[in-house]
């Protein structure tokens, strides 16, 4: 909404949330979230034709177009528990809507939601019995966090999906107006509501099943010495491939692919289509495969004793340039070697310490009756997290994480030193020379290097 706002100085953006704390922060000089250039684009608008309110109604009556963006997770509880999308806060948004307008309005989908529910939300919106009408709109966001202002500022497309009637594709045009201020006419694609919808989970299930991919490449190539970089850039050179999203890691996180891949095999299996849902639950399940190989690739190497042994974490954060730590891989990894009583030493250069300590918490990372203070220690810099350390795990592929002074790191660790690089940004050859053990996703292992 920033960028719309700074792109469009003629309309009136207005940001409302529940959360009022929220709204507090966005109003002042410490946005509540880390997103490169973010910061920019809010001063440059604020106040002018951009702003933050926690007077919903207000800001409802006041508008003629309505983004609802709220968060979508995955179902707790009750049918479709652990896979099918929680629609609580869109249905009470869409009522909130309904309730409170003045006059018939657009209301778009923002957030990214099943198939078919704009069906759904045109029914709760339409509900009200002083026969205000609403037409309702798919634009689903394809922004990736760290990149968000990029990807915003020059997006590959913009999707609008509305009703195919008159009065659905007039509220398709007025959307496509305001994207036309910065975004060329040929990548605004507008299309039926279903396929807007359906288009999103599919752009991320693809982007999802790429990383399971190569990570499952990179499991054979330490078996049989092949290098995972390597084949990536060979595979990525065939044009039909492509090179992007082929670099092996730890396994994805975020707030998205997981849940948006969850929610596509619930509808496939809504939809009777088992083999279809199982296809793509197996994305998922090489993610979690991928974390859970790492760890105990951590604990092999280790002459598998960790209990008690300080390790290293490096990156919290589900990738770099963001401090978001939703389903990071970080959690996973010190779940598992907490599970064999590790003591963890982390750092992340965004990430604050009260996120990770409730990151702990809500993942219930901590075995049962452990004392976090005797298990966990939250640093501030990468060089004092590796001190007396038997191993380093690099877990975020942040910038300054490669420009490290490994001979420094190596002096204060314990030897043996490991090193476990989760994201393939150390120069093995080095860090061994100066007397490192190094574990590389994807790369010959001692073994693999045994069976020449
Ligand atoms: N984060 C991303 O990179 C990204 C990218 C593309 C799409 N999406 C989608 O966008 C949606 C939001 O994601 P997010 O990461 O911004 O979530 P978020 O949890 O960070 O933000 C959602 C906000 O909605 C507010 N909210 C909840 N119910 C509300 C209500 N009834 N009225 C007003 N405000 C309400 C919450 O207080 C919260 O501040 C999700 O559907 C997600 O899948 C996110």
């Keep these: 909404m920033a960028m719309l706002a700074l792109k469009c100085p003629t309309i009136k953006v207005i940001v409302c949330d529940i959360n009022e704390r929220q709204i507090e922060r966005w109003q002042s000089d410490c946005l509540p979230i880390y997103e490169p250039g973010l910061n920019e684009v809010v001063m440059a608008c604020r106040g002018r034709n951009l702003f933050f309110t926690a007077d919903i109604d207000s800001a409802i009556k006041e508008s003629s177009m309505i983004f609802v963006?709220?968060?979508?997770?995955?179902?707790?509880?009750?049918?479709?528990?652990?896979?099918a999308a929680d629609l609580k806060n869109w249905e009470l948004a869409a009522r909130h809507i309904s309730?409170?307008?003045?006059?018939?309005?657009?209301?778009?989908?923002?957030?990214t939601l099943p198939v078919r529910t704009a069906h759904s939300m045109a029914k709760v919106l339409n509900a009200n019995e002083r026969g205000i009408k609403f037409q309702v709109l798919s634009n689903p966001e394809f922004l990736a966090e760290g990149t968000a202002i990029r990807d915003l500022e020059k997006p590959d497309r913009v999707l609008i999906g509305g009703h195919e009637d008159e009065e659905g594709q007039k509220a398709v045009n007025k959307l496509v107006w305001i994207y036309h201020h910065w975004v060329p006419k040929e990548n605004v694609l507008t299309t039926n509501l279903w396929s807007a919808e359906l288009s999103k989970l599919v752009a991320?299930?693809?982007?999802?099943?790429?990383?399971?991919?190569?990570n499952s490449i990179s499991a054979l190539c330490e078996k049989t010495g092949a290098d995972v970089n390597e084949v990536a850039h060979a595979i990525g050179m065939d044009k039909r491939i492509g090179s992007r999203f082929l670099q092996a890691s730890v396994g994805f996180g975020g707030s998205c692919f997981q849940k948006d891949i969850l929610n596509l095999v619930y509808i496939c299996q809504s939809f009777g289509l088992p083999e279809v849902?199982?296809?793509?639950?197996?994305?998922?399940?090489?993610?979690?495969?991928?974390k859970r190989r790492f760890a105990k690739q951590i604990l092999d190497q280790m002459f598998n004793t960790i209990s008690g042994k300080k390790i290293a974490i490096l990156g919290f954060a589900f990738k770099k340039d963001t401090g978001d730590t939703r389903e990071t891989a970080s959690i996973y990894i010190a779940k598992y070697l907490l599970e064999d009583r590790a003591k963890l030493r982390i750092y992340d250069p965004q990430v604050p310490h009260d996120q990770m300590q409730r990151d702990f918490?809500?993942?219930?990372?901590?075995?049962?009756?452990?004392?976090?203070?005797?298990l966990i220690s939250i640093c501030d810099d990468a060089y004092s997290a590796c001190q007396d350390a038997h191993a380093v795990c690099i877990l975020t592929e942040w910038t300054e994480f490669k420009s490290l002074d490994w001979v420094k790191i190596y002096k204060g660790m314990k030897k043996p030193a490991f090193i476990f690089d989760g994201r393939n940004i150390v120069d093995v050859e080095a860090v061994k020379k100066i007397g490192f053990n190094c574990f590389?996703?994807?790369k010959p292992t001692p073994e693999s290097v045994k069976m020449d």
């Design 440 to 442: 590389s996703i994807g």
């Design 277 to 290: 849902a199982a296809y793509w639950e197996q994305v998922i399940l090489m993610n979690d495969y991928q």
């Design 99 to 111: 309730q409170v307008a003045n006059g018939s309005k657009i209301v778009v989908e923002k957030s």
């Design 204 to 214: 991320n299930a693809f982007l999802a099943q790429r990383v399971s991919s190569i």
């Design 69 to 83: 963006s709220v968060n979508t997770p995955t179902k707790k509880f009750g049918v479709g528990a652990g896979k």
């Design 361 to 374: 918490r809500e993942y219930k990372a901590l075995p049962e009756g452990a004392d976090p203070e005797e």
